[in-house]
């Protein structure tokens, strides 16, 4: 029989940790939040995403910035 002592408890959650400047830095992004609030996730093979990051590392930008330069050259604001 199992009595009120053998029941097990859950350990105490503690405080949020502070803020480090690490998880400053990926909350800030690239300095783009107030211009890129909005997040896109699609879907790519293994090979597209290897090929994407070459071609971003030899441009000297990161894939997210190549990126949106491509969505934006190809979907520009209709005047």
Do not use: N
Request: hydrophobic share 40%; charged share 30%; aromatic share 6%.
């Amino acid at each position: 029989m199992s009595g009120p002592h053998d029941r097990r408890q859950r350990p105490a959650i503690g405080p949020r940790p502070a803020p480090s400047a690490a998880t400053a830095w990926v909350r800030r992004g690239e300095g783009e939040a107030s211009v890129y609030s909005a997040r896109l996730t699609i879907d790519v093979t293994p090979a597209l995403r290897g090929r994407i990051k070459v071609a971003a590392f030899r441009r000297g930008v990161t894939a997210a910035a190549m990126l949106r330069a491509l969505l934006e050259r190809e979907f520009r604001e209709q005047p």
